[in-house]
């Protein structure tokens, strides 16, 4: 059984950075992959970034060169640094792990079997 707890959001300006933290728990051998989601009001959960064991890093276009997902093992830790943050960006951001590695669709939310309960990201 794998815990995944969000901390990080708030709100910030437009061109403002944040960094969201995702605290993990749980066997190892369930976190292969990780993923950050985010979804804005009426629209569906959308994949951000992805850290898969086999595939590497995975950005969404409307963040790729903004947005950086990283890990600190150590602390079973991941993170999302959010820069030059954009209106869009706002919207309840998911942390999600998956027992797989090299996921054939990695931005699919169907392939993570754990998520955390979301943190709010307001861009203004």
């Known amino acids: 059984h794998v815990q995944l707890v969000e901390s990080g959001g708030g709100s910030v300006q437009a061109g403002g950075t944040l960094r969201l933290s995702c605290t993990a728990s749980?066997?190892?051998?369930?976190?292969?992959?990780y993923a950050w989601f985010r979804q804005a009001p009426g629209k569906e959960r959308e994949a951000i970034a992805v850290?898969?064991?086999?595939?590497?890093?995975t950005y969404a276009d409307s963040v790729r060169g903004r947005f950086t997902i990283s890990e600190d093992k150590a602390k079973a830790a991941l993170y999302l640094q959010m820069n030059d943050l954009k209106f869009d960006d706002s919207g309840v951001y998911y942390c999600?792990?998956?027992?797989?590695?090299?996921?054939?669709?990695?931005?699919?939310?169907?392939?993570?079997?754990?998520w955390g309960q979301g943190t709010q990201v307001t861009v203004s």
């Open positions: 999600a792990a998956s027992a797989a590695a090299g996921l054939d669709y990695p931005l699919d939310p169907a392939g993570y079997n754990w």
């Open positions: 749980g066997p190892t051998h369930l976190r292969n992959s």
């Open positions: 850290l898969d064991r086999i595939v590497g890093t």
